[in-house]
């Protein structure tokens, strides 16, 4: 596997027609002949997600998606103003100490996601599920956990019918891509200004940091890269938020780009300024504690500790 680290090559790459989508759910499909395992429900969903396809079905499943997104947006917004208005009075107290996953970011997507399942008649567990769905993608993942998702998404659909895989879809693509980078990013806004309340702090316009860190593609044809041959088949992993990368590149890959671009971008960046609207209300410090990331939940970066302890600034 050839990994890219350059922006402009990896944007190229990311754009071209030479190259598709990583074929996920033909890896299913190769579990299922080598163990004799059904896979049947996860292959369903992943061919529901558009991150992993390509041409008609990639446009057909973004239409569908586009559609659910626009009739949850607004009542997701009012669930996540009401869990805002509940943390700032139960927890964002001086002298509270919070993990930023799973203390902030992860409870305020189970707010909107479980928003979204009630206004769309989804089963009750649906929304944890969708939580769980991105350890499908990972190489980390134990082929007993793979198989236990399996089984929980067909008795999902047994119970909604086929129409939840693409519920599910939907609700799984923003995980790990909002609450990864919302915790990563305030980390980095906190850690930055260490000195500054809350209230005086200077906040980016959007996420300053992402958790989803590469993109798989594949050569559908024999091209070369950088003086590199690329072989028909050969899988090229493109970073997409990469150390060395300028503010204004890391800005301009956030979302992704082209017919690949993220279909929660506007509820994302309207949930990165409701965090930043609320945090500044508060003339609180922030200090940091260590922050330590994870690489088993590839392709995301996503912190098992991301602490930070709150308290009343000194006279």
């Not at 891509?177 to 919302?182: A, F, K, W």
């Not at 309207?270 to 330590?292: G, I, P, T």
Request: charged letters at 20%; hydrophobic letters at 45%.
């Amino acid at each position: 596997m050839l990994v890219l680290n350059e922006y402009s090559v990896c944007r190229s790459v990311l754009k071209s027609e030479t190259f598709g989508v990583f074929p996920i759910s033909d890896r299913y499909r190769e579990l299922e002949r080598r163990f004799g395992h059904d896979f049947r429900a996860v292959i369903a969903l992943l061919e529901r997600l558009p991150p992993f396809l390509d041409g008609e079905a990639h446009k057909a499943s973004r239409r569908t998606l586009a559609t659910f997104q626009a009739k949850g947006h607004q009542l997701q917004l009012k669930a996540a103003e009401r869990w805002f208005a509940h943390f700032g009075k139960a927890v964002l107290q001086p002298g509270c100490r919070i993990d930023l996953l799973t203390d902030f970011a992860c409870p305020l997507f189970r707010a909107i996601g479980e928003a979204y399942a009630r206004a769309m008649h989804l089963p009750e567990e649906a929304t944890n599920l969708a939580e769980d769905i991105p350890l499908l993608f990972s190489s980390y993942t134990p082929l007993r956990r793979r198989l236990e998702l399996n089984q929980a998404l067909g008795l999902m659909e047994s119970a909604g019918g086929e129409m939840i895989y693409d519920h599910l879809a939907l609700l799984a693509l923003g995980v790990r891509p909002l609450t990864g980078s919302l915790a990563l990013s305030l980390h980095h806004v906190f850690a930055e200004q260490p000195t500054m309340m809350l209230s005086a702090m200077r906040w980016p316009a959007t996420f300053p940091v992402s958790a989803l860190h590469f993109i798989d593609r594949i050569a559908l044809a024999p091209v070369e890269i950088s003086g590199r041959l690329v072989a028909q088949g050969e899988r090229v992993r493109c970073l997409t938020f990469a150390e060395g990368w300028s503010d204004e590149e890391r800005r301009a890959n956030l979302f992704g780009g082209g017919a690949h671009l993220c279909l929660g971008q506007s509820l994302s960046r309207q949930l990165w300024e409701m965090a930043v609207a609320f945090f500044s209300r508060h003339d609180l410090l922030a200090e940091v504690l260590a922050l330590h990331v994870t690489p088993e939940h590839e392709p995301f970066n996503m912190p098992d500790a991301c602490q930070v302890v709150f308290s009343r600034a000194s006279r």
